[in-house]
Nanobody, 123 residues
């Protein structure tokens, strides 16, 4: 069972930045899709950014393109999400996620979830 642990959430004003980190209990480098999801109260969990670990290719939700950057440090089993130019609508619980196989946006496709880290952006 892979365990994921997020950190780095917090409160920030609109226009600010945060960097989320996620450490995995084992290497997911060879065959996994790593991703960040978020969920706001009353809304469904949505994919924000994803990374195909072996190739390093990335993909983003339209709402965060140009502002968020997903990256990994495979030697440390770490996944990051750099969030710039934050908006109030970016607020929510952010989850680190992993899936064995190709990247899919559906939360139902995720094999492993972290416990989440809260991001609050005030206007």
């Amino acid at each position: 069972q892979v365990r994921l642990l997020e950190s780095g959430g917090g409160s920030v004003q609109a226009g600010g930045s945060l960097r989320l980190s996620c450490v995995a209990s084992e290497s997911l480098y060879s065959d996994s899709c790593l991703a960040w999801f978020r969920q706001s109260p009353g809304k469904e969990r949505e994919g924000v950014a994803r990374l195909l670990a072996y190739y390093g290719s990335t993909d983003y939700a339209d709402s965060v393109k140009g502002r968020f950057t997903i990256s990994q440090d495979s030697a440390k089993n770490m996944l990051y999400l750099q969030m710039n130019s934050l908006k109030p609508e970016d607020s929510g619980m952010y989850y680190c996620a992993a899936r064995r196989g190709p990247c899919l946006w559906s939360p139902k496709s995720v094999d492993y979830w972290g416990q989440g880290t809260q991001v609050t952006v005030s206007s």
